[in-house]
C-alpha cells in the first residue's frame, strides 16, 4: 500500500518508521492514503480534519481506545481528496503515543495486514486449558 505521511514533527517521523517496518510502501507520487501530522503548542486535545470515509473512522475508532481526552472532528476544506487526513497532536508525550498507534493501526487494518508480534509472544499467548 503506498501512503504518504506528511509532517516533520516526532509523531509523523515515528508512523513512517511503524510503517516502513510493516513493508508500506512511503512515497509522495499517487498514494492510497495521506495522513497530514502536525504538533501545535497550543493544542490541548487531538483534532482530525477530513472527509469522512474509512481512513478516518478507522482512525477515529482506534484513537478513542488509545486516549481519554475528548476528540475534536473538522470536516475537511474543500481541497482534501477522499484519502486525506490532516491530525493535530498536542505536544504531550501521552498523546504523541496515542495517535502514532491509532494511525498506525488504522492503516493496517486497511490493508489488510495485522501487528507482527515477536516470536515469543506469539509462542506463549496461546491459551492451554
Excluded at 501512503?3 to 515515528?14: E, F, H, R, S, Y
Excluded at 513512517?16 to 490541548?44: I, K, M, N, W
Excluded at 478516518?56 to 470536516?75: C, G, N
Excluded at 508525550?93 to 507482527?116: H, K, T
Amino acid at each position: 500500500m503506498r501512503v504518504l505521511i506528511a509532517g516533520d514533527c516526532v509523531t509523523a517521523k515515528a508512523l513512517r518508521g511503524y510503517l516502513a517496518r510493516h513493508d508500506f510502501h512511503l512515497t509522495s507520487h499517487a498514494p492510497d492514503f495521506t495522513v497530514r501530522v502536525e504538533e501545535q503548542s497550543g493544542a490541548v486535545r487531538p483534532l482530525i480534519a477530513g472527509i469522512p470515509g474509512e481512513l478516518e473512522q478507522a482512525i477515529l475508532r482506534h484513537l478513542r481506545k488509545q486516549t481519554a481526552t475528548p476528540i475534536e472532528l473538522h470536516p475537511a476544506t474543500r481541497g482534501e481528496a477522499q484519502r486525506a487526513v490532516r491530525i493535530v497532536v498536542p505536544p504531550h508525550e501521552n498523546e504523541r503515543r496515542a495517535v502514532e498507534l491509532s494511525v498506525f493501526r488504522a492503516l493496517l487494518e486497511l490493508s489488510g495486514q495485522r501487528e507482527r508480534l515477536p516470536w515469543w509472544k506469539a509462542l506463549f499467548s496461546r491459551k492451554t486449558k
